[in-house]
């Protein structure tokens, strides 16, 4: 069992940067692909960013590239979402998650996802 906390969530405005983290306990989250997805009001959970659990192969959403940095300590069991020049269309909750993936590939989808953390707010002010 892995337990996922988010922390870094806040307001910012527009243009600003907020820098999210994911904390892991339970188990060690090496062999894990990580992933980061958001969820505005009223719209469905979606793909922000992923990272392979071996190499730091990193994939990301089209909305967000270029200014989202995915990045994972193995030793320090973390994982790391570096946000620059947030937009009002980035508010949401950010959500944390493990996907058990020993061989290595990023994965894009939720229900691939084994684990979740409970969220962190982010609202970005125009």
């Known amino acids: 069992q892995v337990q996922l906390v988010e922390s870094g969530g806040g307001l910012v405005q527009a243009g600003g940067s907020l820098r999210l983290s994911c904390a892991a306990s339970?188990?060690?989250?090496?062999?894990?692909?990580m992933g980061w997805f958001r969820q505005a009001p009223g719209k469905e959970r979606e793909f922000v960013a992923t990272?392979?659990?071996?190499?730091?192969?990193?994939g990301y959403a089209d909305s967000v590239k270029g200014r989202f940095t995915i990045s994972r300590d193995n030793a320090k069991n973390t994982l790391s979402l570096q946000m620059n020049s947030l937009k009002p269309e980035d508010t949401a909750v950010y959500y944390c998650?493990?996907?058990?993936?020993?061989?290595?590939?990023?994965?894009?989808?939720?229900?691939?996802?084994?684990?979740w953390g409970q969220g962190t707010q982010v609202t970005v002010s125009s």
């Open positions: 998650a493990a996907a058990w993936a020993p061989a290595g590939r990023l994965i894009l989808l939720p229900k691939e996802y084994d684990y």
């Open positions: 339970g188990r060690t989250l090496s062999l894990y692909t």
């Open positions: 990272i392979r659990a071996i190499g730091g192969s990193t």
